[in-house]
């Protein structure tokens, strides 16, 4: 529990408006925690310790300001959540109490990112697409022009990538401030990118699968689909694995684009999915969870549960935590697809959970923020 509390604000003109970001204390995030959407660059969704079902309900919070799709991200003891309304709320894991936050004066509805005291925003519409923030002191560091951003941003290392809607891949130094490279694609883009570190992978509407070099920007393979993609692609040690809209889950090598397997699972795959040691666990509109081998795409198991699944998955150890938009998060087992434990909440969940430390967190379309922790 954070005793000491510091109020930290500031005001400046961006755009001919005025942001103000407000923190009781500064935050710094280790490289570890729910640092983005999907948890790392690789978008794995895979924490190591099991939160272990049945779990009891810690907290509500009202979100004002109203969610739909994206994520929070998490660290240093304390979630922040974007919002509908152009905020970045604080809000602490132990307490559900509010920790601060940042009036962007623009909507947001992706995911940030965050990486030791600086937090990336992405805003929706206006002339910046991009704000940094800096928690450590409470004030602006920077703020980039992309065009029209609809993906969440990715940190990897000390560079930022960045996608837009109209096709252009950029890559910045992000304690530098200064752009990296940009990329010419011929499609729009609305799947988040991904990396393994050497590279990135961002998939597009034109059903094509692009390999890029992170450092220069140069577009090393290739890999077609047989629809648009809209998923977030998760990463598996080489293998990129990316949900098409033509109900096929693809993986290729992230090295060279060639196809290590395609799997028809028999439903579009919206957002994406989670890693569990050797399985690949997503949801699509079908109401069905499926877990497919990494290896050979081959179907583990599958199991209904009424509910399209619009979110990412989360991995706790050997528990994976699904939301669907009936309104019901499930826990299931990650071996064998039996439900192990299930509750309601108050509306559809479009936002993908997040693992806090030893909790699990949903936010509902009803801005309610649910906090759980195991009772064991």
């Not at 998923?231 to 033509?246: K, W, Y």
């Not at 991995?315 to 699904?322: E, I, K, T």
């Not at 990650?334 to 909440?345: A, F, S, Y």
């Amino acid at each position: 529990m954070r005793v000491s509390i510091i109020v930290l604000a500031i005001g400046m003109t961006l755009t001919g408006c005025r942001t103000i970001i407000n923190l009781y204390e500064p935050i710094i995030v280790s490289d570890n925690e729910w640092n983005m959407l999907g948890r790392d660059a690789r978008h794995s969704g895979f924490v190591v310790n099991t939160i272990e079902p049945p779990l009891q309900l810690e907290w509500t919070r009202d979100v004002s300001g109203g969610v739909t799709t994206g994520s929070p991200v998490y660290g240093d003891g304390v979630l922040m959540i974007p919002t509908l309304s152009g905020f970045i709320s604080f809000v602490d894991i132990v307490s559900g109490d509010e920790f601060g936050f940042i009036n962007l004066r623009a909507t947001t509805a992706a995911a940030p990112a965050v990486k030791d005291s600086l937090l990336v925003a992405p805003v929706y519409a206006g002339e910046i697409s991009l704000r940094v923030y800096n928690l450590k002191n409470a004030s602006l560091y920077w703020e980039i022009q992309t065009g029209t951003v609809e993906t969440a941003p990715l940190i990897v290392d000390r560079f930022l990538v960045a996608a837009s809607t109209q096709g252009v891949m950029y890559c910045f130094d992000l304690p530098e401030t200064t752009e990296v490279w940009r990329t010419n694609l011929p499609a729009r883009i609305y799947a988040t990118p991904v990396s393994d570190g050497a590279r990135v992978v961002v998939a597009c509407s034109n059903g094509v699968i692009y390999g890029l070099d992170l450092r220069e920007g140069k577009i090393l393979w290739k890999q077609p689909t047989g629809a648009a993609v809209f998923a977030t692609p998760v990463m598996s040690d080489s293998l990129c694995i990316v949900p098409s809209l033509d109900e096929y889950v693809y993986a290729v090598h992230s090295r060279t684009g060639a196809l290590a397997w395609k799997t028809f699972i028999g439903t579009k795959a919206y957002s994406g999915g989670a890693l569990a040691d050797s399985l690949f666990i997503l949801g699509g509109t079908n109401e069905t969870v499926y877990a497919l081998n990494v290896k050979t795409g081959s179907i583990a198991w599958s199991t209904r549960r009424r509910g399209v699944v619009s979110t990412l998955p989360v991995v706790a150890g050997s528990v994976a935590y699904v939301g669907f938009q009936s309104g019901f998060l499930v826990a299931f087992d990650v071996q064998t697809g039996n439900i192990l434990w299930e509750n309601r909440v108050e509306g559809r969940i479009r936002m993908s959970p997040v693992a806090a430390g030893d909790r699990i967190v949903v936010i509902s379309e009803r801005s309610e923020m649910y906090c759980w922790k195991s009772e064991q």
